[in-house]
């Protein structure tokens, strides 16, 4: 069994930065693609990021470009997204999850473990 955890949630204003991390159990992190997804209330989860199993390819959604930089550790089984010039509209839940493959992209039914979430508050 796979659990995911995440930490580095948070209050933070308008134009500051929080960095995400997500520890995952089990010893084969490394063969598996990594995401990070979002859900406010009201709306649907949403894909933010994602990453291939070596690190070598990184995806994001058109919202984040240029400010989130997902990144990951495979000697200590963690991912992390380092977000930037945080908007008040980046307020939500933000989940990662382990592909299914060593590639995945913005497609929830791509991705078959799930975090618990971490909240972050963008305040205007």
């Known amino acids: 069994q796979v659990q995911l955890v995440e930490s580095g949630g948070g209050l933070v204003q308008a134009g500051g930065s929080l960095r995400l991390s997500c520890a995952a159990s089990g010893r084969t992190f490394s063969s598996y693609a990594m995401g990070w997804f979002r859900q406010a209330p009201g709306k649907e989860r949403g894909f933010v990021s994602a990453i291939s199993w070596s690190g070598g390819s990184e995806y994001y959604a058109d919202s984040v470009k240029g400010r989130f930089t997902i990144s990951r550790d495979n000697a200590k089984n963690t991912v992390y997204l380092q977000m930037n010039s945080l908007k008040p509209e980046d307020t939500a839940v933000y989940y990662c999850?382990?592909?299914?493959?060593?590639?995945?992209?913005?497609?929830?039914?791509?991705?078959?473990?799930w975090g618990q979430g971490t909240q972050v508050t963008v305040s205007s």
């Open positions: 999850a382990r592909g299914k493959g060593a590639f995945a992209l913005g497609s929830v039914n791509e991705y078959d473990y």
